[in-house]
T-cell receptor
Framework: DVKVTQSSRYLVKRTGEKVFLECVQDMDHENMFWYRQDPGLGLRLIYFSYDVKMKEKGDIPEGYSVSREKKERFSLILESASTNQTSMYLCASSPRRTRFTNEQFFGPGTRLTVL | SQQGEEDPQALSIQEGENATMNCSYKTSINNLQWYRQNSGRGLVHLIL?????REKHSGRLRVTLDTSKKSSSLLITASRAADTASYFC????????????FGRGTSLIVHP
């Protein structure tokens, strides 16, 4: 059974703190993604990675960075958390992209609150 | 940029009824996917329909795709309370990066 896990389901941090969100997949997928989900806005892509040490910006990368040192792990970093980064963060993975098989597998999400 | 837009935003029905959700998009696509999200959880893939397909079935789910109208519909037949969730369409633009772009979703409530 395929699995994407995220390090925390709920997280509360203070403004200015450095925050690490970890995501691990056990499916040997090449692609990994970080989204944030806010009411009324749907899912917005923050960053994605096609391979180890590769990263590309999504639609809303400002205020975030990522790290992919190993194929199975993709970390999202908030260098200095701000209240407008309070959100649900979803990690996903997919096999090497093709035109017809880009189904994504999602983790359970991390609900981050920045006070 | 957001490609797919679901309609309606919210849908409330009784158990046993059919639920229909629609998705419209703006540019040519390679494929269109539907996902379900239970409250506070991650998304689960339901079905993928390719741009050269018109209809696809999976259990109680029926998806249609009309590329001339740039729209898709998801029909859930004989709905159950367990179908209560948000449903998202995700489109993959032709000539794009093969990364699906998600809409804002339809919130479905099925009353027992």
């Amino acid at each position: 059974d395929v699995k994407v896990t995220q390090s925390s389901r709920y997280l509360v941090k203070r403004t200015g703190e450095k925050v690490f969100l970890e995501c691990v997949q056990d499916m040997d997928h090449e692609n990994m993604f970080w989204y944030r989900q806010d009411p009324g806005l749907g899912l917005r892509l923050i960053y994605f990675s096609y391979d180890v040490k590769m990263k590309e910006k999504g639609d809303i990368p400002e205020g975030y960075s990522v790290s992919r040192e190993k194929k199975e792990r993709f970390s999202l970093i908030l260098e200095s958390a701000s209240t407008n980064q309070t959100s649900m963060y979803l990690c996903a993975s997919s096999p090497r992209r093709t035109r017809f098989t880009n189904e994504q597998f999602f983790g359970p999400g991390t609900r981050l609150t920045v006070l | 940029s957001q490609q797919g837009e679901e309609d309606p935003q919210a849908l409330s029905i009784q158990e046993g009824e059919n639920a229909t959700m629609n998705c419209s998009y703006k540019t040519s696509i390679n494929n269109l996917q539907w996902y379900r999200q239970n409250s506070g959880r991650g998304l689960v893939h339901l079905i993928l329909i390719r741009s050269n397909e018109r209809e696809k079935h999976s259990g109680r789910l029926r998806v249609t795709l009309d590329t001339s109208k740039k729209s898709s519909s998801l029909l859930i037949t004989a709905s159950r309370a367990a179908d209560t969730a948000s449903y998202f369409c995700a489109t993959d633009e032709s000539g794009g990066s093969y990364i699906p772009t998600f809409g804002r979703g339809t919130s479905l409530i099925v009353h027992p």
